[in-house]
């Protein structure tokens, strides 16, 4: 049972052009976002958050976009650059049950 | 200087066997987890830890006992180790447990075979 859906596999993107990486959820539960990118052999590494108060956070070339109603998020990156080549992975959490649920990740190719 | 280390990165050992991962933080986090990535690239908790008192258990057979003898240290025992345990085991920490983000380690690859 996925509560928490990236349906791309992979996306791949011109340097300079916007990277959009999108992320379903099920449990209306959750309240709070993440963004998490990963490079191969590495461990994930934080990005960016939101909170369900809110439906838009912006941190330098990254912007996490909220759709309550529809359960949907997305991470933009613009300009793209061929360093945020890895995989993305969305995760969801809610109030204190100690725990992250991540999507299946996606991998974010930019080109040169 | 690494935030959340865990040695060893690589772990390859034979079927039956008894093994150890061990994870330490130096960010004075209360809160450290282990997380499982699976062949199909699933992250998924296994346990969690908070001030030293476990509070997640993810219905994770009892071969794998989690133990935390401090606040910065929480180490992963594997008993009888069987040829699905492979995977790469990524130990997190994280202040507190609302809305806040974890920092994960590097991972441990562990290979059975």
């Known amino acids: 049972d996925q509560q928490v859906k990236q349906n791309s596999p992979s996306l791949s993107v011109q340097e300079g052009r916007i990277s959009i990486l999108n992320c379903d959820y099920t449990?209306?539960?959750?309240?709070?976002f993440l963004w998490y990118k990963k490079y191969p052999a590495e461990g994930p590494t934080f990005l960016i958050s939101?909170?369900?108060?809110?439906d838009k956070n912006e941190d330098g070339r990254f912007t996490v976009f909220l759709n309550k109603s529809a359960k949907h998020l997305s991470l933009h990156i613009v300009p793209s650059q061929p360093g945020d080549s890895a995989v993305y992975f969305c995760a969801a959490m809610w109030g204190s049950n100690y725990k992250l649920t991540f999507g299946k990740g996606t991998l974010l190719t930019v080109n040169p | 200087d690494t935030a959340v280390s865990q040695t060893p990165k690589y772990l390859v050992t034979q079927m039956g066997n008894d093994k150890s991962i061990k994870c330490e933080q130096n960010?004075?986090?209360?809160?450290m987890y282990w997380y499982k990535q699976d062949s199909k690239k699933f992250l998924k908790i296994m346990f969690s830890?908070?001030?030293?008192?476990?509070?997640i258990n993810e219905t994770v057979p009892n071969r794998f006992s989690p133990k935390s003898p401090d606040k910065a240290h929480l180490n992963l025992h594997i008993n009888s180790l069987e040829l699905g345990d492979s995977a790469v085991y990524f130990c997190?920490?994280?202040?507190?447990?609302?809305?806040?983000?974890?920092?994960f380690g590097q991972g441990t690859r562990l290979t059975v075979v």
């Open positions: 960010l004075g986090h209360d809160t």
């Open positions: 939101i909170s369900s108060i809110k």
């Open positions: 449990n209306s539960m959750f309240d709070y």
């Open positions: 830890y908070n001030n030293k008192e476990l509070i």
């Open positions: 997190a920490s994280s202040q507190g447990t609302v809305n806040t983000e974890a920092f």
